[in-house]
């Protein structure tokens, strides 16, 4: 696993552009030759076609295999270099605390057009504060990394106790 993580370091980027552009040129293909079929057909027999599967099931895959690959590397990471991911795993944490405390603050709408539209598409109460809680923690982060880049622009990064500074 650890040649692997090597291999991937180095020459990562190359492997995932030369597959991706493999797919492309396939999925091109696979169109370019069933164009003159599809546009044969009728409007509503467009929508049934099976031209485009190839292309919406390789990028299906694709981003379900690099959140896996991304997670598993981390994990590894973390064992390979315990010292450097002592301060990812902190923020992680505190990612993990924003949501956590935006889940549990949550207040589930019972009327009005918001419990209307949780009716409309069966959005359970817990659900609901799950939505709540992801939407809170985004706009937390985003608060958060533009303050810290005024604060990187404005040289005071210092004032943060050099917590993003390597040591």
Known sequence: MTQLYNFLSKRGQMVSFGLGLIIILLFGFMVWNGLDGFNNLGKEEQGTTTIFNFGLMAAIVLVVLAAILVFLF?????????G???RSLIMLLV???IFGVSY????VETTGKLAE???????T????KFIHGGIV???WLGVISVLSIVLTELGVGSLLGGLFSKK
């Open 74 to 82: 981390g994990i590894l990471g973390i064992f390979i270099n315990p």
């Open 84 to 86: 450097d991911s002592k």
């Open 95 to 97: 990612i993990a605390a």
């Open 104 to 107: 549990m603050t949550a207040n």
């Open 117 to 123: 539209l949780y009716s409309k598409f069966s959005v």
């Open 125 to 128: 109460p817990n659900v609901a």
């Open 137 to 139: 923690t985004a706009l």
